[in-house]
Each structure stands twice: as C-alpha cells, then as structure tokens.
C-alpha cells in the first residue's frame, strides 16, 4: 500500500506543471483558498489515510488567489524516513462556482474539487487507474 500512496504522490508531480498566472483572479474569500494538508488517497474502494505516513503527511496543497502550489515529499525509498520533497505550482480561476486550472492562458475543467465535508479532492491516474488525493484545511 505504501508503494500505492508513493505513486500517488509522484504520478501528481506530472499533472501539476509551472504555468503564467491567470489573468482573472479568484476573490480572496474563496472556500478553495488556504493552506490544505494530505490526509488520504482513495482509490475505488479503498480509502488509505496518510496522516501517519513518514514523509507523506507532510505533503500539502498551498492555495492563493490565482495560483495553487501542491508540495508533495515522499520517501526516498520504501521504508526509509528520509525524504524527497517537489513542489509544482499551476493557475486556478472560479468563474461562477466552477473551477478551472489555467496553464499557458488556457482554462481547462479542474482536476478537483470541494467536497460537503470541506475536503480538497485531487483526482490523477496512475497507468489505468483513478487515484483521488484528498486535503483538509
């Protein structure tokens, strides 16, 4: 599993790319706003909770008006508690409760979303399957 929640992380790395800043950006009100820590990865059925993973739990989702910056840190090789830590920043933009990241100009439907329970889902896919990335302020 833990090779499971380390793909996870890595494999988010590839989606998140640098890009320009929106021309538009979010009001500073907006829920998506603030600071967001990994504390699961669900995948189908099976939800891991990371909140106690070495290097993991500290992986965490940095939100300002227009950009968001994902700071993922993983462990160097399994088992060990040293860590590698990536961050990788991209565009965001809220027109009218629909979120879009915005890279090179261009807005694209988001990649996650605010779930009832104020949780931040970041959905990616790892080979054919769907890995959700879930954050709590």
Known sequence: MKKLAILATIGL??????????????????????????????????TIDVK????????????????????????LKQGSSECQTESSSIGWANEEGTYYTVEDGQKKTAIFMLDPDNRLEVDITLGDSPITLIFEK
Do not use: Y
């Open 13 to 46: 790395f590839g989606i998140l790319s640098c890009s320009d800043k929106d021309d538009e950006e979010p009001h500073a009100s907006d829920p998506l706003i603030g600071t967001w820590h990994l504390v699961a990865l669900d995948q189908g059925d099976q």
């Open 52 to 75: 106690e993973e070495a290097c993991l739990r500290d992986s965490q989702m940095n939100v300002i008006p227009g950009t968001m910056t994902l700071t993922l840190s993983a462990p």
